[in-house]
């Protein structure tokens, strides 16, 4: 209904209910004026609509002084209100791309995946998106603060992307509606990691999303691992930080060689090898995980494990007596029950290297290096 309004409002629709009128009013006009083919009045209204957008095919015309007039009049009003909606129209489209280009306009993408923040590991974030996304053109929107000499770069980059951009503060609830975010699949916040406390607005960002949206997914990258269970009982659905994948990384170089090695290879995106994850097939549930490793082992795939949704959690299972004097647990917790929310502890539970006599059940997705 608001919407509807709006478009009541608008100064274009009011001028084309105008143009409406007077082609009506001109039509039953020379119809009453004029005698021949005019006096028809699927003639009269065709004549006077090329005689208001002033095209003029000439086929018909009035005779009679008073029709004439009315020719001039119709004529004149045309070519002021004619002018003036197609210079509207042009206008509304002209700024429509100036405020994309400037990150200011209103998304109009669906089901694509919001990329909240920047920082040095956002390029390669990307890089990984289109390597996996490579053969449909996937749509991301990026929210942040880059200069549009910036925005040109990235956009070069990354051409198989359709990255759109939306200038702001990504904690803020109509910088995200300006992103389309209840059209959204997915929502990926990234903490600076070059401002301090940068972590606590990617809580604030997840709060923001999750009493908004509960049901899309949120994953958020900190910097700090003391913030993670903040950002669980924020209701994120994955935690990324890189403090334990840098320290194992360090380890495994000193005491297991090419361990690390064949991370780095399969986390490459320019590796002829990769993870990847997709839903077992139903002609797979009740048979056993060596009948599955098998059929991807046929089809030149590595069946590493398997993984499934966990049931969300409630407040006492996550919230300890101990928190209750923390202040931003009681603000997550407060603002999660006005939303009705509930909590999870972890959006993913992931079976590695199972036994062999495991049943596949309903929901489980398999973990696959190809």
């Not at 070519?79 to 791309?97: E, M, N």
């Not at 659905?237 to 890189?242: A, G, L, R, S």
Request: glycine residues 6%; proline residues 2%; charged residues 20%.
């Amino acid at each position: 209904m608001n919407k509807f309004k709006e478009i009541y409002h608008h100064p274009i629709t009011k001028i084309v209910i105008l143009l409406i009128l007077i082609w009506v009013s001109a039509s039953m006009g020379i119809l009453y004026l004029e005698n021949g083919d005019l006096s028809e009045i699927k003639n009269s209204f065709w004549w006077a609509i090329v005689t208001i957008t002033t095209v003029g095919y000439g086929d018909y015309s009035p005779e009679t002084f008073s029709g004439r007039a009315l020719a001039i009049l119709l004529m004149l009003s045309g070519i002021g209100l004619v002018s003036t909606v197609t210079g509207s129209i042009s206008s509304i489209f002209t700024t429509r791309k100036i405020n994309e280009g400037k990150g200011l306009g209103m998304v109009e993408s669906s089901k694509h995946i919001i990329v909240c923040g920047w920082n040095e590991n956002i390029e390669h974030l990307l890089a990984c998106m289109s390597q996996i996304v490579s053969t449909t053109k996937k749509d991301v929107v990026l929210i942040n603060d880059l200069s549009e000499d910036q925005l040109n770069s990235i956009l070069a980059k990354f051409l198989n992307l359709n990255i759109k951009f939306v200038r702001g503060d990504y904690s803020n609830e109509n910088t995200l509606k300006l992103a389309n975010i209840k059209e959204a699949t997915s929502v990926i916040v990234i903490s600076d990691d070059s401002i301090p406390e940068d972590d606590d607005k990617t809580i604030l960002t997840t709060l923001t999303i999750k009493n908004l949206y509960p049901q899309l997914k949120v994953i958020a990258y900190v910097t700090e691992r003391k913030k993670i269970p903040y950002l669980k009982r924020a209701n994120a659905d994955e935690v990324i930080t890189d403090e334990n994948f840098k320290s194992f990384l360090a380890a495994t170089h000193v005491f297991e060689p090419g361990v690390p090695q064949a991370v780095n290879q399969l986390l490459d995106v320019h590796s002829d090898h990769r993870f990847k994850s997709e839903k077992i097939d139903e002609t797979f549930l009740g048979k056993s995980y060596s009948e599955l490793f098998n059929y991807y082992k046929n089809n030149n795939q590595l069946c590493i494990g398997l993984y499934i949704e966990n049931v969300a959690m409630g407040y006492d299972q996550l919230f300890s007596s101990d928190s209750e004097s923390d202040a931003l647990d009681k603000f997550i917790e407060r603002k999660l029950k006005m939303a009705g929310l509930g909590l999870k502890e972890n959006a993913i539970d992931v079976i590695l290297n199972p036994d062999n006599n495991i049943i596949i059940k309903e929901g489980q997705g398999a973990l696959l290096i190809i």
